[in-house]
């Protein structure tokens, strides 16, 4: 039997693994299914979704030059159509004739780069004394250690 990339199979499953199963396609043809190609959800137990001696669907998705043969079961399985439910028509928002509400984090009296600017000089001004607070205590703790 001559398998090539693309076909779909029934095979056995005539191994397991931590990483995948092991399918025969034929006499003295056999694949291997990954564990990512086994199920369209994760799959962190092989033994949990399949068993020795257990027929499968399989498509061929590669064939290396030593020729093993990679197998997925998930891309042999019927595509499944999505649920045809009608778009709603874009929502359009009515014209507005008053202009909009301003946001309430922003102020609306006054420049916004003067506010940020006031908040930056403040935070810096903070972290200054804080680390030179830091750097007094740590020069008297080491001259502590000194002596």
């Known amino acids: 039997m001559d398998i090539q990339k693309g076909e779909v199979l029934t095979g056995k499953v005539t191994g397991i693994t931590k ?3 092991f399918v025969q396609l034929a006499p003295g043809k056999s694949g291997l299914v990954y564990i990512s190609e086994i199920a369209n959800t994760f799959v962190s137990n092989v033994a949990d979704f399949l068993q020795v001696g257990q027929e499968v669907r399989v498509k061929v998705i590669s064939i290396d030059e030593q020729g093993r043969i990679n197998l997925s079961i998930k891309q042999a399985l019927p595509r499944q159509e999505a649920p045809r439910t009608p778009r709603p ?3 359009h928002p009515p014209q507005a004739s008053r202009p909009p509400e301003p946001y309430a984090a922003v102020p609306s009296e006054g420049p916004v780069d003067a506010d ?8 810096m001004k903070d972290s200054e004394s804080k680390i030179s607070d830091a750097m007094r205590k740590t020069e008297r703790g080491s001259s502590k250690r000194r002596r």
């Open 19 to 21: 990483f995948g199963a």
């Open 89 to 91: 028509a874009p929502h």
């Open 116 to 123: 940020f600017e006031d908040k930056l000089k403040r935070f």
